[in-house]
């Protein structure tokens, strides 16, 4: 038996960092339905991609963070997404940026194997506070982003599933806009829920960590990375389960390589 959509709550579990994976899924919470996603995790930097050119570099950062994301049906092709996190990297402690998406979805073909989705997605994030800027310890960019997606799920009847979104995310002056990429393929069940996946971003521009003449707004960084990662989601009651997650940046332009963990709880209160 596949899970029902409202179980499925599972895209933003490690959004509260800017690299997180795809900002949407290919799941809708129904009509009515609410879901609600606690998570703790934290992200073990070993080393520093400087550029496209330059390597890298022997620096090291852990971050920690805590986050909560909710998903609401207002219709049964139409949901809406917040997400808002808090993270602690070194003296660094603050509330990053807020993230709201619309998700619609445009089109729904069964064939004799499964069902093939396709949805369009937009949304805004911003920053929440005056969070410091000017370090390798800093949180975020505090730039303003008006994001759109596109995305195509197929979900077989066995409860597999795969989806693939990208779309081009315009960034508030001086944040380079970007590009982003993100294929997941999983499995559905009523007794399990698993994933992974491939994300990616390509900035267009920017300035880079040991760029000449040195940056003097950390805003104006280009960020690139990629990134793969997994999630296991096991329901412990008809609206509650719990989640384990794990991801491992590999290459980049201006970020920290290494691994994420995280933890969590995703509680659905369902009137339909």
Not at 176 to 192: C, H, L, M, V
Request: charged share 15%; hydrophobic share 35%.
């Amino acid at each position: 038996m596949v899970l029902r959509k409202g179980i499925i709550t599972l895209c933003l579990l490690s959004s509260c960092l800017l690299f997180a994976q795809g900002r949407i899924d290919g799941f809708y919470r129904g009509k009515n339905n609410t879901s609600l996603v606690l998570g703790l995790g934290f992200e073990d930097g070993t080393s520093y991609f400087t550029g496209e050119t330059l390597g890298k570099l022997d620096l090291s950062r852990s971050v920690f963070y805590s986050s909560i994301f909710g998903a609401y049906g207002i219709t049964r092709d139409l949901d809406v997404n917040v997400a808002v996190p808090y993270i602690v990297s070194d003296d660094n402690a603050n509330f990053q940026d807020i993230a709201i998406y619309l998700k619609y979805r445009v089109l729904k073909v069964l064939t004799t194997n499964g069902r093939f989705e396709f949805s369009m997605a937009g949304g805004i994030s911003t920053n929440l506070t005056d969070y410091d800027l000017g370090g390798l310890n800093d949180i975020g960019q505090q730039a303003t982003v008006i994001d759109t997606r596109g995305l195509i799920h197929y979900q077989w009847n066995s409860g597999w599933f795969a989806t693939a979104q990208s779309g081009f995310s315009f960034k508030s002056n001086p944040t380079p806009n970007s590009i982003p990429f993100t294929f997941k393929t999983g499995k559905a069940t009523s007794n399990w829920y698993y994933d992974i996946y491939y994300d990616f971003q390509h900035s267009f521009g920017g300035t880079d960590y040991l760029s000449t003449p040195r940056p003097q707004d950390f805003r104006n960084f280009g960020v690139n990375f990629q990134k793969v990662g997994g999630t296991v989601f096991r329901p412990l009651t008809n609206n509650f389960g719990i989640y384990a997650s794990l991801s491992y940046v590999f290459d980049g332009r201006n970020i920290f390589q290494g691994a994420g963990y995280g933890l969590g709880a995703v509680y659905n209160f369902r009137r339909n």
